[in-house]
């Protein structure tokens, strides 16, 4: 909110700090002083406009008595007490209008003063300089006086052209559902049953709190004025605004509390305002709904427990002067302090929020720094974490850039991507009030942003590209949402290095995965073909542990690639991290303390023979000592022919209790050969 | 087998004196390792001989020595300085190496680490909770009833069922307290969510918050506490300022602000020329909040804090603009390897 310096010090009887000083001060009470500016126009020289965050629990700072209240109790002055007299004339208010609170939950006080004669014009300089500088326009001198009413005592009005009031009457009342009324913005509202409207004898005439009514407004032809001055209900003013959209200088302060006290003082302030600046006399009596005030709160708190909450002594000789300039009325008794809540705060209701008015004033940097004492052991991370963790380790161990992308995607892309036997186990989850389209379904599959995130970067002309994430997939069931973890990663352009590049293909990515998988700490995992929408045809894979496919592999759709505008292979993968969670920790395997035998066997076969079913029967062709076989190179093409494929392995040998003797190698590799030749059809070379 | 095999050594052989060149020393290693008394490739070789059947020991035997005999000839050619004419192969260093692609980790992951390392050394673990939440754990227990003004800055994402992207990582206390046994020492680290986007809003981003609830918890452990924090990540010459604020969860309430890390308190246009940056929420645990958890506050009491993990890796690693963290792009993300600060 914006405060004019000058205007902040009237309210003290002498201001005895410097501006600069004053501001700090505040700042360290907390009331933030953001801006500073010299002020121009009518006021005095060396004047400024302050720009201050008055914390939304603070509604009685957001005026200038408020604050100078603050600046007050940082030693800036005395704050100099109201002038409340009002010089009545003529007829009684009473008889002039009268005012009727139906709704008292909705309006506790509703206090209202009548001003006639009134002449409507521009307000004096003074009073319009100083409005614009707190960035309110002026508007006419009646207006004008409620707003600075509003400014300087926080107290929101609203006057209304007493002779257009049916019946020259006000009645506080809930709205009629489907009852209409045109607020001063000149919109048509149409209310519901919550909200509270001030109404004549006919219609509502304003939004109670919030904005007043075009037809009852003040004009150049006014010559009655019926000021009004409540306190309404802050959640359901709140209730109303929100859904009407509308927010309001008066709605502001409403929502977060107004002080009932105020609604007469500040009455009486304005309309001797009005009579000084627009002329007009103002009649006798206050018509008010409610002037018996409640039996204000009090709060008592022992300074023993103010210290030990504060891990340092305050001693009373502060705590009481202060709370005495806070105006909170203390009387101490011993250990024990009460005070009495004065109705503009409406933030004090606890012990602690006494604490808080103590702490922030002795200076939250006079607390001394104690580092509170162990008094548990080590610490450690729970929940998923060390899962998640795990695999962000095991995704880098892979050569992968960790990504972060949104969790929430558009539905055209979510769907593509959930489009696997990983993502299909619940529904998409929508935003309600997504920002936009784009972004309005959270994600069942990590990929949905992966993918756009690798086209982007192909698009800038990436070379290569090897994306990951660590994160979570979100389910709709009928119980809720349910969130999983997951890791995915994406893999395009040429891998290799500068004097040996090639594009990457399923191998590529199948090595990362299993890298991956194995830095999880998991056993090897079976891999099968797998068709899902996600990925294209004859060219994905499932992997299989434990009898669950735990991740998905292989080529994105190019159905998919294209929405994205990309021509090129995307080879993409995804692992369900709670399939895994419960695998994996290493154990030592004893090393082996006899020789291996390696033996090379090129065979040639049948290119629908996969690798799996070749080692499997060979494996089983060949002894127990057959200690482990890998692939040495795959050759397709001259020599061989067409549908034919061979494959030369390497077979390592090796006894676990003994050396193995060339010829029982030999006579173990010849038998395996002839049964694999007998049983799978294949030849050697 | 066994003459391919006797191949074999012979080239490994010639590629290992080849490569020692005419350095002494090393044509020594190559002795030792193929003509080595003890345990040289050629005695292997020999005991290999004494198990084969007796028709293959003699031509075995026959390469065997021939073998031996070239080895021991191009040993003694390469001790005295001589040996074949062999091309000069000039090796160009400078050439880039055949470099592994290496992984790296996201800013915002190793500043979520660095400060989980902190904390986990004072003696805090590390909690999770969902980023689906309902009302209650996202506002109401931490004492923001419906159409309070709080959730006016706390634009939320809802879903349907009553359910919301949580707005703040302070869910996780809640569910701390209520199911958690007393003392309690956590930092939560997570994705939170705002319908707000701009150059300085992400409507994703993380938070990491710290709880602490015991017996005889005070303000002035929560000093210590954020100082040593912000000691240990930017640096022990930063002052840390405590500013009096307001969070509907915490009494008292306050902002944290350090000493500008890019013009170190004179002012520069990244603290608006005030020489401090605000760069954590702080605050005893409102009495509400813990009643709210089923805890009562005439025993024990705590603290807790937040900050924008985002917000730290930005000023940590000088990024220009947020969006740049969710933007995938390739370039950008592997410029921070993998280690981090240790
Ligand atoms: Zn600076």
């Known amino acids: 909110m914006r405060f004019l310096l000058s205007w902040l010090r009237e309210h003290l009887s002498e201001c005895r700090l410097e501006a600069a000083e004053l501001a700090a001060r505040l700042t360290a009470v907390g009331f933030n002083v953001e801006?500073?500016?010299?002020?121009?126009?009518?006021?005095?020289?060396?004047?400024?406009?302050?720009?201050?965050?008055?914390?939304?629990?603070?509604?009685?700072?957001?005026?200038?008595?408020?604050?100078?209240?603050?600046?007050?109790?940082?030693?800036?002055?005395?704050?100099?007490?109201?002038?409340?007299?009002?010089?009545?004339?003529?007829t009684a208010a009473g008889e002039l209008a009268r005012v009727r609170v139906e709704d008292g939950e909705g309006c506790p006080r509703y206090c209202?003063?009548?001003?006639?004669?009134?002449?409507?014009?521009?307000?004096?300089?003074?009073?319009?300089?100083?409005?614009?500088?707190?960035?309110?326009?002026?508007?006419?001198?009646?207006?004008?006086?409620?707003?600075?009413?509003?400014?300087?005592?926080?107290?929101?009005?609203?006057?209304?052209?007493?002779?257009?009031?049916?019946?020259?009457?006000?009645?506080?009342?809930?709205?009629?559902?489907?009852?209409?009324?045109?607020?001063?913005?000149?919109?048509?509202?149409?209310?519901?049953?919550?909200?509270?409207?001030?109404?004549?004898?006919?219609?509502?005439?304003?939004?109670?709190?919030?904005?007043?009514?075009?037809?009852?407004?003040?004009?150049?032809?006014?010559?009655?004025?019926?000021?009004?001055?409540?306190?309404?209900?802050?959640?359901?003013?709140?209730?109303?605004?929100?859904?009407?959209?509308l927010k309001t200088e008066a709605s502001h302060r409403f929502e977060r509390g107004a002080d009932r006290a105020m609604a007469r003082t500040a009455v009486d302030a304005c309309a001797a305002l009005i009579s000084r600046i627009a002329g007009g006399e103002v009649a006798p009596g206050m018509l008010d709904s409610a002037p018996q005030p409640p039996a204000p709160a009090v709060i008592a708190f022992s300074l023993q427990r103010l210290n030990a909450f504060a891990g340092c002594q305050v001693p009373?000789?502060?705590?009481?002067?202060?709370?005495?300039?806070?105006?909170?009325?203390?009387?101490?008794?011993?250990?024990?302090?009460?005070?009495?809540?004065?109705?503009?705060?409406?933030?004090?209701?606890?012990?602690?929020?006494?604490?808080?008015?103590?702490?922030?004033?002795?200076?939250?940097?006079?607390?001394p720094a104690v580092l509170p004492a162990a008094d548990r052991g080590p610490g450690r991370r729970?929940?998923?974490?060390?899962?998640?963790?795990?695999?962000?380790?095991?995704?880098?161990?892979?050569?992968?850039?960790?990504?972060?992308?949104?969790?929430?995607?558009?539905?055209?892309?979510?769907?593509?991507?959930?489009?696997?036997?990983?993502?299909?186990?619940?529904?998409?989850?929508?935003?309600?009030?997504?920002?936009?389209?784009?972004?309005?379904?959270?994600?069942?599959?990590?990929?949905?942003?992966?993918?756009?995130?690798?086209?982007?970067?192909?698009?800038?002309?990436?070379?290569?590209?090897?994306?990951?994430?660590?994160?979570?997939?979100?389910?709709?069931?009928?119980?809720?949402?349910?969130?999983?973890?997951?890791?995915?990663?994406?893999?395009?352009?040429?891998?290799?290095?500068?004097?040996?590049?090639?594009?990457?293909d399923?191998?590529?990515?199948?090595?990362?995965?299993?890298?991956?998988?194995?830095?999880?700490?998991?056993?090897?995992?079976?891999?099968?073909?797998?068709?899902?929408?996600?990925?294209?045809?004859?060219?994905?894979?499932?992997v299989m542990l434990g009898g669950r496919v735990i991740a998905v592999a292989g080529r994105l759709a190019e159905a998919i690639g294209e929405r994205l505008d990309i021509a090129q292979p995307l080879w993409v993968a995804e692992v369900d991290l709670a399939a895994v969670a419960g695998e994996g920790t290493a154990t030592f395997r004893p090393l082996p303390r006899f020789p291996a035998v390696v033996a090379d066997l090129t065979v040639r076969h049948r290119v629908d023979l996969t690798y799996d079913q070749l080692v499997g029967a060979l494996m089983a062709a060949a002894p127990e000592w057959l200690e482990g076989v890998a692939p040495v190179v795959q050759y397709r093409g001259e020599g061989v022919a067409a549908g034919e494929v061979k494959t030369t392995l390497r077979l390592t040998y090796r006894h676990g209790e003994r050396s193995l003797s060339q010829e029982e190698v030999n006579a173990a590799h010849f038998a395996a050969m002839e049964r694999l030749a007998a049983e799978l059809g294949v030849r050697f070379d | 087998m066994t003459a391919p095999q006797l191949q074999a050594v012979r080239a490994e052989f010639d590629a290992e004196l080849a490569a020692a060149g005419r350095d002494p020393a090393r044509v020594e290693e190559v002795r030792i390792r193929f003509a080595g008394r003890r345990s040289g490739v050629l005695r292997e070789l020999e005991e290999r001989l004494k198990g084969l059947p007796r028709e293959e020991k003699p031509a075995y035997g026959k390469a065997l020595n021939e073998l031996k005999q070239y080895i021991s000839e191009r040993l003694e050619q390469a001790r005295r300085g001589?040996?074949?004419?062999?091309?000069?192969?000039?090796?160009?260093?400078?050439?880039?190496?055949?470099?592994?692609?290496?992984?790296?980790?996201?800013?915002?992951?190793?500043?979520?680490?660095?400060?989980?390392?902190?904390?986990?050394?004072?003696?805090?673990?590390?909690?999770?909770?969902?980023?689906?939440?309902?009302?209650?754990?996202?506002?109401?227990?931490l004492n923001i009833p419906p159409f309070h003004p709080a959730r006016d800055t706390q634009d939320t994402f809802y879903l349907p069922g009553g359910l919301l992207l949580r707005t703040h990582t302070s869910p996780v206390q809640i569910r701390a307290m209520e199911t958690m046994e007393l003392p309690l020492r956590l930092i939560i680290p997570g994705r939170v969510y705002r319908r707000d986007s701009d150059l300085r809003h992400s409507p994703m981003f993380h938070q990491v918050e710290g709880l602490v609830?015991?017996?005889?918890?005070?303000?002035?452990?929560?000093?210590?506490?954020?100082?040593?924090?912000?000691?240990?990540?930017?640096?022990?010459?930063?002052?840390?300022?405590?500013?009096?604020?307001?969070?509907?969860?915490?009494?008292?309430?306050?902002?944290?602000?350090?000493?500008?890390?890019?013009?170190?308190?004179?002012?520069?246009?990244?603290?608006?020329?005030?020489?401090?940056?605000?760069?954590?929420?702080?605050?005893?645990?409102?009495?509400?909040?813990?009643?709210?958890?089923?805890?009562?506050?005439?025993?024990?009491?705590?603290?807790?804090?937040?900050?924008?993990?985002?917000?730290?890796?930005?000023?940590?690693?000088?990024?220009p603009d947020l969006r740049l963290l969710f933007s995938g792009d390739e370039r950008f993300l592997r410029q921070f390897g993998s280690e981090g600060a240790l």
């Not at chain 1, 302090?337 to 008015?357: A, G, I, K, Q």
């Not at chain 2, 673990?125 to 689906?132: I, K, L, Q, R, T």
């Open chain 1, 35 to 90: 801006l500073r500016e010299p002020a121009d126009g009518e006021g005095k020289p060396g004047d400024e406009v302050w720009e201050v965050d008055v914390t939304t629990n603070r509604p009685d700072a957001m005026n200038h008595r408020g604050l100078a209240r603050e600046a007050a109790a940082v030693g800036a002055g005395e704050l100099r007490p109201l002038d409340l007299s009002v010089t009545e004339e003529g």
């Open chain 1, 506 to 542: 399923f191998l590529d990515l199948k090595g990362l995965v299993e890298g991956f998988l194995s830095g999880l700490g998991l056993p090897p995992a079976r891999w099968r073909p797998g068709s899902c929408a996600l990925l294209e045809s004859g060219q994905g894979a499932e």
């Open chain 2, 213 to 319: 609830v015991g017996e005889g918890i005070t303000f002035a452990h929560l000093r210590a506490t954020l100082e040593a924090f912000v000691h240990v990540l930017f640096d022990p010459a930063l002052k840390v300022r405590l500013r009096p604020s307001f969070f509907p969860f915490t009494e008292p309430s306050a902002e944290v602000d350090i000493t500008c890390i890019l013009c170190r308190g004179q002012g520069c246009a990244m603290c608006s020329g005030s020489g401090w940056i605000e760069i954590l929420g702080a605050g005893m645990v409102d009495p509400r909040v813990l009643r709210a958890c089923r805890i009562d506050p005439q025993r024990y009491s705590g603290f807790a804090f937040g900050c924008g993990l985002d917000r730290v890796a930005l000023l940590k690693y000088g990024l």
């Open chain 1, 316 to 367: 009373p000789e502060f705590v009481i002067p202060l709370l005495t300039r806070l105006e909170l009325a203390p009387r101490r008794d011993g250990d024990l302090v009460s005070c009495t809540v004065p109705t503009f705060r409406t933030d004090l209701e606890l012990p602690e929020d006494l604490y808080e008015e103590v702490l922030r004033h002795w200076g939250y940097e006079r607390v």
């Open chain 1, 382 to 504: 729970l929940g998923s974490w060390p899962l998640v963790e795990r695999a962000r380790r095991a995704l880098a161990a892979v050569g992968v850039a960790e990504a972060i992308t949104y969790s929430f995607t558009d539905p055209g892309l979510e769907a593509a991507t959930a489009s696997s036997p990983l993502a299909g186990r619940g529904d998409p989850v929508p935003l309600l009030n997504p920002l936009s389209a784009r972004s309005s379904v959270l994600r069942r599959s990590l990929l949905a942003g992966l993918v756009e995130a690798a086209a982007g970067n192909l698009r800038r002309g990436a070379g290569a590209v090897l994306l990951g994430e660590v994160g979570r997939a979100f389910f709709g069931t009928p119980g809720g949402v349910r969130e999983e973890e997951r890791a995915a990663v994406v893999l395009a352009g040429e891998v290799g290095s500068w004097d040996g590049r090639r594009n990457a």
């Open chain 2, 82 to 141: 001589v040996g074949p004419a062999r091309e000069e192969i000039f090796l160009d260093v400078t050439l880039p190496g055949r470099a592994p692609r290496l992984g790296s980790v996201h800013p915002v992951t190793l500043v979520r680490r660095e400060i989980e390392e902190i904390f986990l050394r004072m003696g805090y673990s590390v909690a999770d909770g969902p980023e689906v939440e309902d009302d209650w754990h996202n506002f109401e227990a």
């Open chain 1, 112 to 245: 209202a003063r009548v001003v006639r004669g009134v002449r409507v014009g521009p307000s004096p300089a003074w009073l319009a300089a100083r409005l614009s500088a707190c960035g309110v326009r002026p508007i006419n001198n009646v207006v004008d006086a409620t707003n600075y009413v509003l400014l300087d005592l926080g107290q929101p009005l609203h006057a209304f052209d007493l002779d257009l009031l049916e019946g020259r009457e006000v009645r506080v009342r809930a709205a009629r559902p489907g009852e209409t009324l045109r607020t001063l913005d000149g919109v048509e509202r149409v209310l519901e049953a919550g909200d509270v409207v001030i109404a004549d004898a006919r219609r509502p005439v304003a939004l109670a709190g919030i904005m007043g009514g075009a037809e009852t407004e003040i004009t150049a032809s006014t010559r009655d004025v019926l000021l009004e001055s409540a306190t309404f209900h802050p959640l359901r003013v709140r209730r109303t605004a929100h859904r009407l959209g």
